[in-house]
């Protein structure tokens, strides 16, 4: 690939071209990453984009135990401030929930009436027309190719006073965007901040709380 022949792209969130080069990955193919000044959303370059067998592969890799005691601490790191918002027999959607849905069923165990949805593990869509009193979305937003589709459905699933918990590594504190972790999965194409989640909050009219600082709770108003 010839980076001298791409262009800058529209931000994939927020559709403005206010968008500039944030980062090259010379040590993989000169691979660019984009950052929008408007949102400040960064994205991974069109041609970048990877194909669903090598997502799919990745994720298979990952550990995906549901009994796995500190999985599951993992996953209550936003289950455990969510779960205080919500009434026993409430409706929720684990969205992306991979090859091994753990949250789920600790949800379901906890007396939720849980569905899931994942394009590669549960691609039932059925699931996706929909209304829920709450959607999880677990390191998955990190994955989004085109966030701003994602986040519109959110909205359109979620009741009057739905809430959506997100869990997905921020951008705000890394020292090093080249020498980070979490933007050296082949699979992590788009990438918040803060900015980014107040951006989401006010574009859908929803309110929002950062919980930790890869963390957030999205109230729909």
Not at 45 to 56: N, S
Not at 172 to 195: A, E, K, L, M
């Amino acid at each position: 690939m010839n980076n001298k022949f791409s262009k800058l792209e529209l931000c994939r969130l927020c559709g403005e071209d206010n968008v500039s080069t944030f980062f090259i990955d010379n040590h993989n193919g000169g691979k660019i990453f984009f950052r929008c000044t408007n949102c400040k959303l960064i994205f991974v370059q069109q041609e970048c984009l990877p194909d669903p067998t090598v997502e799919k592969d990745r994720y298979l890799s990952h550990n995906n135990d549901l009994d796995d005691p500190a999985y599951q601490a993992f996953l209550s790191k936003l289950w455990n401030p969510l779960e205080k918002l919500l009434e026993k027999g409430n409706t929720g959607l684990d969205y992306g929930a991979g090859p091994g849905p753990a949250l789920m069923q600790m949800m379901s165990r906890a007396g939720y009436l849980v569905e899931m949805y994942d394009p590669f593990f549960a691609n039932d869509k059925h699931v996706l027309d929909k209304t829920y009193d709450f959607i999880v979305c677990t390191e998955t937003a990190e994955h989004f190719h085109n966030p701003s589709n994602e986040f519109n459905r959110f909205d359109q699933m979620l009741k009057h006073t739905g809430v959506l918990g997100v869990m997905t590594s921020f951008t705000d504190n890394i020292s090093s965007f080249g020498d980070w972790y979490y933007r050296r999965d082949p699979t992590h194409v788009s990438f918040y901040s803060n900015h980014t989640m107040y951006w989401i909050a006010s574009k859908m009219n929803w309110r929002i709380e950062l919980i930790e600082d890869n963390i957030v709770i999205f109230y729909k108003t």
